[in-house]
């Protein structure tokens, strides 16, 4: 199990669907964009980070209890078949990530399937793919973002960070 001795880095939650850009709902609002973006300043920033993706807020059954940190997940219908989790196992994920070494630097899907709830998340986080220091979005992302097409404020933001 990890633990923490002092401050532990920062462990922020955005969404399932951050990178992909193709659904009608984020050609005509753009959240997923912007969670994306929100994502590159949490990454250029330089501090320690875990970013986790959790799939559809309580869509689930009782017995999907089983976590699964997912990278470059493709599912995209757009709906819980996607993958759900509850709100309690976010924030357990969330809370596991504090001060866990193997958590450190990573992106990832959260979902959940039927079975029981794993005791230790380490062994889950130790398996995931760190992020690469010389790319804005996390590992498995999507090629489909370039930084020249974006506002001007998102260049200017991460050259101030």
Same mark, same amino acid.
């Given at each position: 199990?990890?633990?923490?001795?002092?401050?532990?880095?920062?462990?922020?939650?955005?969404?399932?669907?951050?990178?992909?850009?193709?659904?009608?709902?984020?050609?005509?609002?753009?959240?997923?964009?912007?969670?994306?973006?929100?994502?590159?300043?949490?990454?250029?920033?330089?501090?320690?980070?875990?970013?986790?993706?959790?799939?559809?807020?309580?869509?689930?059954?009782?017995?999907?209890?089983?976590?699964?940190?997912?990278?470059?997940?493709?599912?995209?219908?757009?709906?819980? &078949? /996607?993958?759900?989790?509850?709100? $309690? *196992?976010?924030? !357990?994920?969330?809370? @596991?990530?504090?001060?866990?070494?193997?958590?450190?630097?990573?992106?990832?899907?959260?979902?959940?399937?039927?079975?029981?709830?794993?005791?230790?998340?380490?062994?889950?986080?130790?398996?995931?793919?760190?992020?690469?220091?010389?790319?804005?979005?996390?590992?498995?992302? &999507? /090629?489909?973002?370039?930084?020249? $097409? *974006?506002?001007? !404020?998102?260049?200017? @933001?991460?050259?101030?960070?």
């Amino acid at each position: 199990m990890c633990s923490w001795t002092a401050a532990p880095p920062p462990a922020t939650s955005t969404a399932r669907s951050s990178p992909p850009r193709d659904s009608p709902y984020n050609r005509r609002y753009q959240t997923n964009d912007w969670k994306r973006r929100s994502e590159w300043l949490v990454r250029a920033s330089g501090n320690e980070y875990t970013i986790v993706r959790p799939g559809w807020f309580g869509y689930g059954s009782p017995d999907e209890r089983r976590l699964v940190f997912l990278q470059g997940d493709g599912r995209r219908t757009s709906t819980p &078949e /996607d993958g759900a989790v509850s709100r $309690d *196992q976010i924030a !357990r994920t969330l809370v @596991d990530a504090l001060g866990c070494d193997a958590a450190t630097g990573k992106t990832f899907e959260l979902i959940a399937e039927r079975n029981e709830e794993q005791a230790d998340l380490t062994p889950l986080f130790a398996a995931l793919e760190p992020d690469a220091s010389s790319r804005l979005d996390g590992v498995r992302d &999507e /090629d489909n973002f370039p930084l020249s $097409d *974006q506002p001007q !404020r998102v260049p200017a @933001d991460l050259r101030h960070i």
